[in-house]
């Protein structure tokens, strides 16, 4: 059996991006008579791929930190700038509800926030007016910023929070 991707062309001249299968056939006796070859188109794939791994790289060297939580408030996606705010390594707020990251006088009524948001789910800066603030992994509270924004994915609605550290300000 040998397996292998790579690029094909077809017919018309034309290329595109291929799962290629190969396999042996024997017979009964375990003689070879043949070969059997699957080709499979997976531009489209390829191509998805290659979209995924550009946002992700755009995500990670935001200079906000970035968080994408699900409906039911489990954060789905952090990157590096949120790392560096909260003070959270990546894995530590991966699974685990967003409002970890809510200082506790505040976690009460995130969640009806969160739904609040999802029942009307439109981009839109948060603070504006108001004193927020987040918590980071020491405890300490720190004033911030939040834009919010949906995103449709095959698993729902998933709210993908940009926040700024506003300490300086």
């Known amino acids: 059996r040998y397996e292998a991707e790579g690029w094909r062309v077809r017919k018309d001249a ?10 042996a056939i024997r017979d009964d006796a375990g003689n070879l008579i043949g070969f059997s070859n699957v080709t499979r188109d997976i531009t489209e794939r390829r191509e998805a ?16 930190a970035i968080v994408m939580i699900n ?3 489990l954060i789905e996606m952090v990157n590096a700038g949120a790392e560096q705010i909260f003070g959270y390594a990546r894995g530590e707020m991966l699974g685990r509800h967003v409002e970890m990251l ?5 976690r009460g009524h995130h969640p009806a926030l969160r739904k609040a948001f999802l029942a009307d789910p439109q981009a839109r800066p948060m603070g504006a007016g108001r004193d927020l603030f987040g918590l980071r992994k020491d405890g300490s509270e720190f004033p911030i910023e939040i834009g ?3 995103i449709v994915t095959e698993e729902g609605t ?3 929070s940009a926040i700024v550290d506003i300490s300086a300000r």
């Open 71 to 73: 409906a039911s408030g």
């Open 102 to 106: 809510v200082p506790e006088r505040f």
């Open 14 to 23: 034309s290329r595109f991006w291929a799962n290629v299968v190969l396999d």
């Open 148 to 150: 919010l924004n949906p």
């Open 158 to 160: 998933m709210v993908l």
């Open 49 to 64: 791929q290659a979209r995924d791994a550009r946002f992700r790289r755009v995500v990670e060297t935001a200079p906000n």
